[in-house]
């Protein structure tokens, strides 16, 4: 019974399969709606690792659809995930009914969302005219020497038409067939008793239930056309697969809306299942408040090994965060945009306890110059400054930013950065790290000072203040430069220190 299944494509072998982010983002980009990450985000904060993460053990479906709720999606599921979480019984008998998706080996929302296909053309119908034509052209020649030409023309023909459409139905085929597991888990969730564990979970997919499971059959080929041997044959002279392809292609067409519905519906659920899978094995997980604040009690980031928790705390317009070289000032701020792209997105944190506003998260950590674009170190950072100006015109949005304005001199960076800084505060949340402490008082009546520092005991925790004692020039002689360079450095700063590290009385620099 079990290889007949499996013949029929009832029950498939559990396999993940790797897709490229192209197919795992299509379903989102289709769907459209306002995404709340750009590229330059996703990249930045790490999000195809962490969406890796999350969506172990899960098919395409459920990964298109985790992408878009971190893409765009505003989800308070948290509850909804611990439950599923915490249920056990439910847990197991939902991942057993969607074991099958994770054998599908190609994504259909391009299918599904995409422009709708055409109906079949007319002329289709024939098609079955044609195997029949030649076995009695054939019989005919037996008993009528010219029926051999007949034969030969329709044969010519019957190839013609298979050559012609071949890559077409062998695509179409792969696209059906991971449809078919798609509502054959439709079918199967739906049809749970409403006695048994994993009940309460599927009320939405049991009034569609049966059509899928019918959908699927009328979708599907013969189980006989299947068998080996037999599907060459029946393609090659029967033209199985082209007629498959045009009659099937008619009842997609039909049941395109509820399709539709039987993807939206699995793809959830199956990303609800991923979700209670994760935060089972998550160190610490978190339902987060809605605040206008970014309040994180021992924050950690999921993708970091033995991660050590931090507390951040961060009001009104934003935070300035300063902290000796290599102390983890850019993966604090990575932390903080992870947790809250997925407080948005999921309805959680990786905390004891939090508070955050659902807002669109947008990065500018990693500027880097471009040959391939023509661009510098200073140009591309210029370019994502003005990007991040845009957004901000468009609503309330937290702004990521590290080291900015880093590919210019010193008071020019600095002049710049507080500049636009200032501007970004006065639209959203900025949280910035930086070496130019200078910025600290510059932009005091925005950005409240945030330092990053090991404690007595050599742990690190976030403080409020500035960073007092730079560690820079200290580095080199750790790193083997020599006294007389490190004499001559500690000398120049001592120089400069006078003069820009800590400016007096530019409070009202911006302000005035």
């Known amino acids: 019974m079990k290889l007949l299944k499996l013949l029929m494509g009832y029950e498939a072998p559990a396999i993940d399969f790797p897709f490229p982010r192209t197919d795992v983002a299509m379903y989102g980009q289709l769907q459209g709606g306002a995404a709340h990450i750009d ?79 055409a109906r079949s053309p007319r002329w289709s119908g024939a098609l079955a005219l044609l195997p029949v034509a030649l076995m009695l052209s054939v019989l005919l020649a037996f008993v009528w020497g010219p029926g051999w030409i007949a034969a030969l023309a329709l044969w010519v023909v019957l190839m013609g038409v298979q050559v012609a459409w071949y890559v077409r139905a062998q695509a179409w085929g792969r696209q059906v067939a991971a449809l078919q597991q798609l509502l054959r888990a439709h079918s199967m969730l739906g049809g749970l008793p409403a006695d048994s564990a994993g009940a309460p979970y599927v009320a939405a997919l049991r009034p569609g239930a049966r059509d899928a499971g019918r959908a699927s059959r ?51 659920l199956e990303a609800d299942l991923a979700l209670a899978r994760h935060v089972r094995e998550a160190p610490v997980v978190c339902a987060v408040e809605v605040s206008d604040a970014v309040v994180l009690d021992s924050v950690v980031h999921p993708l970091v090994a033995d991660a050590h928790p931090l507390s951040v705390d961060v009001r009104g317009s934003g935070a300035f965060i300063s902290g000796q070289n290599g102390v983890g000032k850019s993966t604090l701020l990575r932390t903080v945009g992870l947790n809250l792209v997925a407080a948005r997105a999921f309805g959680f944190c990786y905390a004891q306890c939090a508070q955050a506003p659902l807002l669109p998260v947008y990065a500018s950590m990693q500027n880097e110059d471009s040959l391939a674009d023509g661009e510098s170190l200073y140009i591309s950072e210029l370019r994502r400054a003005r990007e991040l100006l845009a957004l901000a015109a468009q609503g309330r949005t937290v702004f990521l930013i590290d080291e900015i304005f880093r590919g210019t001199n010193h008071v020019e960076s600095v002049s710049a950065a507080a500049a636009v800084l200032d501007e970004l505060a006065r639209h959203g949340m900025v949280i910035v790290s930086s070496h130019n402490v200078v910025l600290a008082p510059l ?54 220190s006078s003069h820009l590290a800590h400016p007096q009385n530019c409070d009202g620099v911006l302000t005035s």
């Not at 990964?63 to 971190?70: F, G, N, S, T, V």
């Not at 505003?74 to 019984?89: F, H, K, N, P, S």
């Open 39 to 117: 590229g330059q985000t996703w990249d930045e904060l790490q999000l195809d690792a962490y969406l890796e993460r999350v969506a172990q053990g899960c098919s395409i479906f459920g990964r298109q659809a985790l992408y878009r709720r971190l893409l765009g999606g505003q989800d308070a599921a948290y509850a909804r995930v611990r439950a599923l979480a915490d249920d056990g019984a439910a847990f197991d008998a939902l991942t057993d009914a969607c074991r099958g998706l994770r054998a599908v080996d190609t994504e259909v929302a391009q299918m599904l969302f995409g422009p709708e296909p």
């Open 218 to 268: 009328v979708l599907g080929r013969s189980p006989l056309q299947m068998l080996p041997g037999v599907s060459e044959y029946s393609e090659w002279m029967l033209l199985a697969n082209i007629r498959h392809y045009f009659n099937s292609r008619n009842a997609f067409v039909d049941r395109l809306a509820a399709l539709r519905d039987s993807y939206r519906l699995v793809a959830e």
């Open 443 to 496: 932009l005091a009546h925005a950005l409240s000072p945030l330092c990053v520092e090991p404690d007595a005991h050599g742990r690190l925790h976030v403080r409020s203040g500035v960073l007092a004692r730079t560690n820079g020039i200290a580095l080199l002689s750790q790193h083997g430069f020599g006294d007389a360079i490190d004499a001559r450095a500690h000398k120049v700063h001592a120089w400069l």
